[in-house]
T-cell receptor, first 112, second 117 residues
Framework: DAKTTQPTSMDCAEGRAANLPCNHS???????VYWYRQIHSQGPQYIIH???NNETNEMASLIITEDRKSSTLILPHATLRDTAVYYC?????????????FGAGTQVVVTP | GAVVSQHPSWVICKSGTSVKIECRSL??????MFWYRQFPKQSLMLMAT?????????EQGVEKDKFLINHASLTLSTLTVTSAHPEDSSFYICSAPDGGTGNQPQHFGDGTRLSIL
């Protein structure tokens, strides 16, 4: 699976949009982009995923560049409960039924 | 939505004890489940893939005789840490994909914090 690069940390103001970048320049055509987050001492939580079109759900929006080499997760109105480590992962749908390899992620701290 | 339950959430035991951790898919069937380990301030590390009705597949460097995995039903996988020692103290997390297509997301349990004295 392609590797991803994320900033180590980000601070966001409560109520503002949080834009989390992810670089995946070696992504293959059949690889999806997944975002998960992990709140301290809990298991990871699925946020959103996409292949090439932008996606939106009740939690966030995922913007994937046309060349698919990078993406941005957008939390539209960050709250204190969004403080977590956010992981961007790319994986092919044909790869081992969901096997995920986690990188270091981005530590997001939402401040009042 | 799909839920994965892990039990126990916290266990403390003496060195040399074997500890069993359960991972259940509550409202869906999972022919495959995954086990991860996470040390403090580090990311999740995939340990093994648990396959219903067959042997688990271990990642490189993970001792299969140390970490016994059993996936006896479509909703339950267990991880047994045998003869645990302090260096096995960690946060163990399981996950399972929900759905019949390969791009469906994983659902994670809330983890088991293992402390070996």
């Amino acid at each position: 699976d392609a590797k991803t690069t994320q900033p180590t940390s980000m601070d966001c103001a409560e109520g503002r949009a949080a834009n989390l970048p992810c670089n995946h320049s070696t992504i293959s055509g059949n690889e999806y982009v997944y975002w998960y987050r992990q709140i301290h001492s809990q298991g990871p939580q699925y946020i959103i995923h996409g292949l090439k079109n932008n996606e939106t759900n009740e939690m966030a929006s995922l913007i994937i560049t046309e060349d698919r080499k990078s993406s941005t997760l957008i939390l539209p109105h960050a709250t204190l409960r969004d403080t977590a480590v956010y992981y961007c992962i790319v994986r092919a749908s044909t790869d081992s039924w969901g096997k995920l390899q986690f990188g270091a992620g981005t530590q997001v701290v939402v401040t009042p | 939505g799909a839920v994965v339950s892990q039990h126990p959430s916290w266990v403390i035991c003496k060195s040399g004890t074997s500890v069993k951790i359960e991972c259940r898919s509550l409202d869906f069937q999972a022919t495959t489940m995954f086990w991860y380990r996470q040390f403090p301030k580090q990311s999740l590390m995939l340990m093994a893939t648990s396959n219903e009705g067959s042997k688990a597949t271990y990642e490189q460097g993970v001792e299969k005789d140390k970490f016994l995995i059993n996936h006896a039903s479509l909703t339950l996988s267990t991880l047994t840490v045998t003869s645990a020692h302090p260096e096995d103290s960690s946060f163990y997390i399981c996950s399972a994909p929900d759905g019949g297509t390969g791009n469906q997301p994983q659902h994670f349990g809330d983890g088991t914090r293992l402390s070996i004295l």
